[in-house]
T-cell receptor
Framework: KAGVTQTPRYLIKTRGQQVTLSCSPISGHRSVSWYQQTPGQGLQFLFEYFSETQRNKGNFPGRFSGRQFSNSRSEMNVSTLELGDSALYLC??????????FGQGTRLTVV | EDQVTQSPEALRLQEGESSSLNCSYT??????LFWYRQDPGKGPEFLFT???AGEEKEKERLKATLTKKESFLHITAPKPEDSATYLC????????????FGTGTLLAVQP
């Protein structure tokens, strides 16, 4: 059974640019959540999508957005990048039991 | 407000020296308590889910236990390959798979 796939694995962007990250969940999982991980703040919840609808949202500015497609694949977008957006972005795929399985993450560096 | 505190922040053990990691939490409507292991530069790897006080689960040298306000991860006779960051994440109540992560315990096991 394939795990959670995140692409790309690494990105370098310039301040002010925008970026789109992709996540393919485990087959059959309808819930996809996104987290930001930084050394200072740890893992922080961005948002969750379930059956193409945003079900929950964390405390992040509107520059962070996401969507989910009918095949459960999800994308997150960050607009007007700031240096502080440099982080490991993690996607988690959840089944009905609630157990979340993570991808390897996308390492975003903003210069 | 939801809070998760893990202690100690860092722990250094000799191979074979058993110890315990602590996770204290205050989360409204707890929907399971999840333990993960994370290696540097990788996504968290799922270890256990505990749903009710008194529940215990074991996997190789690891055993997780749960009370109403705390969870413990006991490591028996650890090996160097157990070195990693261990993350505790209570699941938020309601119709969501949102996890609230602690900052983790960095475990180093020396041969």
């Amino acid at each position: 059974k394939a795990g959670v796939t995140q692409t790309p694995r690494y990105l370098i962007k310039t301040r002010g640019q925008q970026v789109t990250l992709s996540c393919s969940p485990i087959s059959g999982h309808r819930s996809v959540s996104w987290y930001q991980q930084t050394p200072g703040q740890g893992l922080q919840f961005l948002f969750e999508y379930f059956s193409e609808t945003q079900r929950n949202k964390g405390n992040f500015p509107g520059r962070f957005s996401g969507r989910q497609f009918s095949n459960s694949r999800s994308e997150m977008n960050v607009s007007t990048l700031e240096l502080g957006d440099s982080a490991l972005y993690l996607c988690a795929s959840s089944a009905e039991t609630g157990e979340a399985f993570f991808g390897q993450g996308t390492r975003l560096t903003v210069v | 407000e939801d809070q998760v505190t893990q202690s100690p922040e860092a722990l250094r053990l000799q191979e074979g020296e058993s110890s315990s990691l602590n996770c204290s939490y205050t989360v409204s409507g707890l929907r399971g308590l999840f333990w993960y292991r994370q290696d540097p530069g990788k996504g968290p790897e799922f270890l256990f889910t505990l749903y009710s006080a008194g529940e215990e689960k074991e996997k190789e040298r690891l055993k997780a236990t749960l009370t109403k306000k705390e969870s413990f991860l006991h490591i028996t006779a650890p090996k160097p390959e157990d070195s990693a960051t261990y993350l505790c994440a209570p699941g938020h109540g309601g119709a969501t798979n949102k996890l609230i992560f602690g900052t983790g315990t960095l475990l180093a096991v020396q041969p």
